[in-house]
Nanobody, 124 residues
Framework: QVELVESGGGLVQPGGSLRLTCKVS??????????MSWFRQPSGKPRQWVAT???????TYWPSVKGRFTISSNSAQDTVYLEMNNLKPEDTGVYYC????????????????WGQGTQVTVSS
């Protein structure tokens, strides 16, 4: 199994910055990661995709965060980051880390793995 734990959320003013961290751990068998993503969920709304890092090389972003957010990982792929700059009130929500394993992984599942979320609030 794979466990994800997010941290780094908090309250910031518009225009401020935050860096979210997601620690990835597993036990019982080895695994390899195909992609890592961040989602966010505003209060009372469904989760929405924010950013994805595929094969630890290729990044894609939701248009409203492109140029402001950066997703990255370390070489061991046991830590995922989301650097957020020039934050806006509409960025407010619970941010979730998601990992999708490679098809060859012993722990592969189509729905991937999710963290518990960390709250980000952008307000004056």
């Amino acid at each position: 199994q794979v466990e994800l734990v997010e941290s780094g959320g908090g309250l910031v003013q518009p225009g401020g910055s935050l860096r979210l961290t997601c620690k990835v751990s597993g036990s019982g068998s080895t695994f390899n990661i195909y992609s890592m993503s961040w989602f966010r969920q505003p209060s009372g709304k469904p989760r929405q995709w924010v950013a994805t890092l595929t094969n630890n090389i290729t990044t894609t972003y939701w248009p409203s965060v492109k140029g402001r957010f950066t997703i990255s990982s370390n070489s061991a792929q046991d830590t995922v980051y989301l650097e957020m700059n020039n934050l806006k009130p509409e960025d407010t929500g619970v941010y979730y880390c998601k990992v999708d394993l490679a098809l060859t992984s012993d722990y592969y599942r189509p729905e991937g793995y999710w963290g518990q979320g960390t709250q980000v609030t952008v307000s004056s």
